[in-house]
């Protein structure tokens, strides 16, 4: 959370949690998860180190390698989504997006997996209507 006394606390239903020593930009994460997941969604964010990630990324998708986010829906109305800052700092220089900009489309990526939706058409309109109202 930031540690300026005027920004308003997370809602109950949002936890965020910042395993790294990683300063983020400011992202309307609370916001988003209302409007994407809902108010009564239960959703913890962990900003994780590559090691910790890479493990997770190993364990559930058998891939041995750092990734930037992944989402784990873990019933209708909860989930965890973890996040890289460091890989995703690379995948925004790939993709040509500020830091800021790049963490925002992957929190929306995520919570629209956390809505079950599977890579394609579908997904990818969803996200769009969300990264059009969002500006990202």
């Known amino acids: 959370m ?3 006394s005027s920004a308003k606390p997370l809602p109950a239903n949002f936890n965020f949690v910042n ?11 609370a916001r988003m ?9 239960e959703l913890t964010l962990v900003i994780a180190n590559s ?4 493990k997770l990324n190993t364990i559930y ?28 700092k690379k ?22 997996h956390l809505k079950g939706y599977d890579h394609g058409g579908t997904m990818e309109r969803i996200e769009m209507k969300f990264r059009k109202k969002f500006k990202v």
Do not use: Q, W
């Open 51 to 54: 090691a910790e990630i890479k």
């Open 33 to 41: 998860k209302k409007e994407i997941l809902g108010e009564k969604y």
């Open 91 to 112: 995948e925004a220089k790939k993709f040509g997006r500020s830091y800021e900009n790049f963490l925002a489309f992957l929190f929306i990526h995520g919570c629209v």
């Open 61 to 88: 998708r058998d891939k041995k390698t750092p990734t930037d986010i992944l989402s784990f829906p873990l019933s209708k109305f909860e989930g965890e989504m973890y996040i890289s800052p460091v890989e995703a």
């Open 19 to 29: 395993e790294t020593s990683a300063t983020l930009p400011r992202v309307a994460f």
């Open 2 to 4: 930031p540690r300026n």
